[in-house]
C-alpha cells in the first residue's frame, strides 16, 4: 500500500507546537515534520510517506487533512492523530510536539 498523492497545497499552514511553546508557519510543499526539524524539535522521521507511523502526533486542536495510507477510516475520522510527514490541515492545528 502507498500513500496517496499530496494534493496541490497553495497556502500555508499554522502549527502551534504545545509542548515545545513554538509556532510554526509551513509553507506550500513543505511537510509538518520537515518545518519542524528545521525549528529544532526533536521528531521521529524514519519515513517520508507515512506508511510506517513514527510520526503520528496527537492533534490538540485544528481538523487534519489526513494523507497518509496507514491511518484507518475511524482514526481519520475522529481526528485525535495524524502523521505529520505527509498530512496537513484545513485549520490551524495544535499539536502535542
Known amino acids: ?17 504545545e509542548t515545545a511553546g513554538t509556532q510554526l508557519v509551513v509553507p506550500p510543499g513543505t ?13 521521529t ?6 506508511l510506517c507511523g ?8 485544528g481538523r487534519p487533512d489526513h494523507r497518509d495510507a496507514l491511518l484507518s477510516a475511524e482514526e481519520r ?9 505527509v498530512s496537513r490541515a484545513t485549520t490551524r492545528l495544535v499539536l502535542d510536539l
Open 1 to 17: 500500500m502507498t500513500a496517496p498523492d499530496p494534493l496541490e497545497d497553495t497556502a500555508c499552514l499554522q502549527v502551534v507546537c
Open 45 to 50: 522521521a524514519p519515513c517520508p510517506d507515512g
Open 54 to 61: 513514527a510520526c503520528e502526533t496527537w492533534v490538540l486542536e
Open 31 to 43: 511537510s509538518i515534520l520537515e518545518a519542524a526539524r528545521q525549528a529544532g524539535l526533536d521528531v
Open 77 to 85: 475520522a475522529r481526528s485525535e492523530t495524524m502523521l505529520i510527514c
